[in-house]
C-alpha cells in the first residue's frame, strides 16, 4: 500500500485546516501539533503539504484514501505506477479530507 506524493500534496495544513482543528476535541498530542502549526502558519501562511500525518491516518483507516491495484516501476530515472491485476500493490488515486480529519482527531 503507498501513499502517493501527489495525493498527499493535495492535503495542506494551513489556515482552513487549523479553522477545523479549533473546532474538535484534540488528543494533548494533536494538540501539540495544532499549536507548532500555528506557529509554522504565522511565517508562512500557504501552509505544508502533510505527508507524513497522511500516512499515519491511512495505515490507521485506509478508508481515508481511495486505492488502485497498480504494477510500480521506473523508466529514465522516475518512478511510477501504471494500473495492473494481481500484483498485490495498492497507490492512493484520491483522499478524503473529512475522513483524514476524523482519523486525526480521534480521540479513542
Given amino acids: ?29 494533536m494538540a501539540l501539533v495544532r499549536e507548532g502549526m500555528g506557529v509554522y502558519l504565522a ?3 500557504v501552509g505544508k503539504a502533510f505527508h507524513d500525518p497522511l500516512a ?6 485506509e478508508s481515508v484514501c481511495a486505492f488502485r491495484e497498480v504494477e510500480v516501476y ?16 495498492r497507490i492512493s488515486v484520491s483522499v ?6 476524523d482519523v486525526l482527531t480521534a480521540t479513542g
Avoid: I, Q
Fill in 1 to 29: 500500500m503507498l501513499v502517493s506524493k501527489n495525493v498527499c500534496h493535495g492535503v495542506v495544513y494551513d489556515g482552513a485546516m487549523h479553522a477545523a482543528l479549533s473546532a474538535r476535541r484534540l488528543t494533548p498530542g
Fill in 43 to 45: 511565517k508562512r501562511r
Fill in 56 to 61: 499515519a491516518a491511512v495505515a490507521l483507516d
Fill in 74 to 89: 521506473r523508466e529514465r530515472g522516475a518512478w511510477g505506477a501504471r494500473p495492473a491485476a494481481g500484483t498485490r500493490t
Fill in 96 to 101: 478524503d479530507h473529512a475522513r483524514f480529519l
